[in-house]
Every structure is written in C-alpha cells, then in structure tokens.
C-alpha cells in the first residue's frame, strides 16, 4: 500500500472475498479513464434497462405483482406492475421506482445508493490504496460479478476489502485476490480480464465504503458452489445470485 488515491462517496470500507461461479461473457476494455464514482442505482421508470430494473421485477414477481420476464428492460408491463404495488401499499401512483418504492420493496441498497447521489455524500474512503490496487480490484470485481448487479458487483469488492482489513486473511487486495484457492477467477484465468467502466466504478464505490454485503467476508453462488462448508457459514444477504456470508 504506497501512494494514496483519493476516491468520493459513500460510508467504510472493510474487506473480503469467496468461492464462487462467475457468468463469463466478454465485456467492454477499460479505456484508462477514471470515472467518477457513479452510483448506477437511481429512480427507475420506463425506458431505464439494466440489473436494478432486474432486481425490481424479481421482488414484484416474487410478491405476485408483475407476470412478465425479468428481463432488465423497464417496459409496460414494469410500469403497470409498480403502479399496482404502489397502489396496494398506499404511495403515490405514478409507476416510477423511487425512494419509497424500494424502501417498500425492501431494496435497502438502492435506498442507500439514492441517499448517497442526493447527499453528495463525500467520505475519504481508505486512502492507503494505489491506483494499482483500486485496477486490481477492479478485474476481479469484473471477473467474478459481471453479470450481476452494480449493487452486487459493488458488495464483491467490499467483501475483498473485508478480508484485507480482518487478521484472518492476507492485509493487501494483492494478497487477498492470489491467495491460493480463493477466487475461481484467478484459478480458470478471467482475472486476465480488462474491467469495463462499471467494474472500475464499482471498485471505487467499495474503496470509499460503500458495502452492501454489510461486513462479510465471503460470498458464493449456491447454484454451482461445491464447497460443503461454505453452506455452514452465516448468511448475511443475498444479492442477485449471490450470498454474502460471515
């Protein structure tokens, strides 16, 4: 950890990592350019696209309100499926997913992520990182996550940056990523991946303390996870395919 790197937004970064099965698919190459970080999660409505829309019509179809696909694609059918939800819980009628819809939903994520764009909330986040590590971080939070959502991509790397911070697990993002066995991503080779924009901002999201996992310090796709013990720990939350555990 040598120079610091001065990233904005969010609340305390803690650290971490886990087992998993990664969706490979390729991506867009990351051109160089630091983005400010940009917190994808905002007030969805018609027209919007991408995995907070997906998150929205998966909890609406779990709770019976939406039929249609869970597609990412905020189309009628969505804007019909939150009328219906608003109506049914008493707030306004108007088929856009803002702050008391997803507090209604129990998105909490995106509650924080819309309290944080509103705020401009600034947090000095760990300045003990290089742009080399926030780079590093940033391919693995691609090479593991990238077919889930920002939030989820997000809480890959705060639970990289748990295990940096706890005693029990290597005290660099270097360390943490190529400790043997511990990322599927590094053993197959998609660590080699170039992060795209998303991956980059995600990575800067998790450095200045956002972490939706809430402290954990392993995560695991249940679908493809082979690991017996990995089932024995806590679950926290689970975001998108993935469940966070302590």
């Known amino acids: 950890m040598k120079k610091a790197l001065r990233i904005g937004v969010a ?15 390729m991506g867009q190459t990351y051109d160089g350019d630091f983005a400010a970080p940009t917190v994808q999660t905002a007030v969805l409505k018609q027209g919007a696209t991408g995995g907070e829309v997906k998150e929205l019509q998966r909890r609406l179809k779990e709770w019976g309100y939406y039929k249609g696909s869970v597609d990412g694609i905020y189309g009628k059918q969505t804007v019909e499926a939150v009328k219906y939800f608003q109506r049914k819980n008493g707030l306004k009628v108007d088929g856009i997913a803002g702050r008391a819809t997803y507090v209604a939903l129990g998105m909490n994520d995106s509650v924080k992520a819309l309290d944080n764009e509103k705020n401009g ?4 986040g760990n300045s003990n990182y290089t742009s080399s590590d926030l780079y590093l971080l940033a391919k693995c939070i691609y090479a593991e996550a990238r077919g889930e959502s920002y939030t989820g991509q997000v809480a890959v790397g705060a639970v990289i940056l748990n295990r940096v911070a706890s005693s029990k697990f290597p005290n660099t993002i270097s360390g943490v990523i190529y400790q043997k066995g511990a990322f599927t991503a590094v053993s197959d080779g998609q660590i080699n991946l170039s992060p795209d924009k998303t991956a980059m901002n995600a990575a800067q999201d998790a450095m200045n303390g956002w972490d939706p996992s809430y402290g954990c310090l392993y995560y695991y796709n249940p679908a493809v996870a082979t690991s017996s013990w990995i089932f024995s720990r806590k679950t926290v939350t689970t975001i998108g395919k993935h469940v966070f555990a302590i």
């Open 121 to 124: 909330s600034q947090s000095s």
């Open 11 to 25: 609340t305390i970064a803690l650290a971490a990592v886990c087992t998993t099965g990664a969706l490979f698919e």
